[in-house]
């Protein structure tokens, strides 16, 4: 139960985050659901590609489309206030990505894939509709140059792998969601960041 | 019989446009076909990749390939008056959209899917194509930012959805091609296209 | 044997130079993992998934994330020294082309697949993950422009399908290797290359 209101939460916060940040790109209402979606939905479908692990989960479940759609549109009518909220809105996107990074690990586990395809499974479920966004958007992923983003997500979906088979799967669950939550407030809050590895080519 | 013509002239169609679309770019012969490729086919590989309909359209008919490279091929000697006869072009594009997205409608449908999905795998059927050939290119996808191509996909795939139970596939199928195809044409016509959404976050 | 040495070598070589090519966009560490893993195994990713070849080449064998990993370390600690030797890291790179394109042909013949998928599914798995690598770094993929580099990976696919009925897997394999290897030296070395699509639009 409070996993469903935990991945509604992450969803409406994805979408509404894509929403806005299309705004940027001046494209029209359907770009707008159509980043919305790539943001929210797309590292689980990418995920679900990637592991054979058909119906994807919005064809499983059709109304999150709407859900998607429903809170993009009202981003684009809020998205002044949502991005004055911005630290209200990187609350809910840390949840989002620990608690999409979790399931995509559970479900790569429940398919019974190790430790690597658990952790790549996490960060493909909670960074790839970033990295989706941007691409679509024509800029360099974001996450690819900042923020422990991508690796607490490898972390969450590697805890949870670690943690299961000691603590079931509930505790490793809240556990893992948990971690991944704290250490992502951390992240922005302290700055912390991977090392920047920069180099140019002689020609 | 009509259909498989209609599919024919909208897959060189998409070619054409997506040969000469290259151009621009300076991009080799390879990139060329590679681009086409993409605008041509890469919807309905995206459509049968997230449906997971194997195989894919152009692997159960490889001579869809040779279709695409030569129409392509064709494109690159004939540019400048395929770019003359624009208007002629965006009638059959106009066509190809319509013709793509109500087949990729009729595949969801016929693999037991719902209305949400139907429409959604219309819109991937008929509009991914260009937004993968603008990904290739290493631009803001047009389809994200004008006219109402991607909202005609998806209402072809959602108004055959809606009618077929009613009128029987073939003539839901007419219905849905005409109507996506007459709206295209006027939204072209009459430069009828979806609200912009523009924001720029503070900093 | 032989051809699992060529293999790795193909991934560790691919691993490096998409870890020296993510330098230039100022990525984090884990940019130039995901990066360095786009390049080397993208393109059989894309493949398998193309092909319905499930599970995934490096969710089958997860030790390749770790060359992978490895690889792109290594690389940015002697970035330096493989940027200098770029001309035996071009070498490497034209062996890695050579083999990922003709065991993608193999794999695309052992799923009973004719000459044009074949050809298709070597391309993809030899050239694929440069495009992946340019697009998720926001340039223009290199290998739509320049270089018989796509061209090499047909080629190999394609003679490994005419060759291998006449003189059986593993001297046609050899065969289609060597022929790649020495035509992408040759290409490089004369600078060979298809000709240059221009085309500016009028408006």
Known sequence: MIMSVLFYVGIVAEAMSGAVAAGRYKVDLFGVFFIAFATALGGGSIRDVM???YPLLWIANP???YVVA???LIATR???YIDRLERFFLILDALGLAVFST???KIAISLGHGFTVAMISGMVTGA?????????CN???LILRKELYAVIAMLCGGLHWFLYPYLG???ATTLAILCGFVLRILAIKYKISLPIFSFEKHQ
């Open 51 to 53: 592991l054979d692990h």
């Open 63 to 65: 109304h999150y489309v």
């Open 70 to 72: 429903i809170s993009a």
């Open 78 to 80: 809020l998205a002044y």
């Open 103 to 105: 399931l995509g690990a």
């Open 128 to 136: 790839f509709g970033g990295i989706l966004r941007d691409v679509f």
């Open 139 to 141: 800029t360099l992923p």
């Open 169 to 171: 799967e509930d505790l």
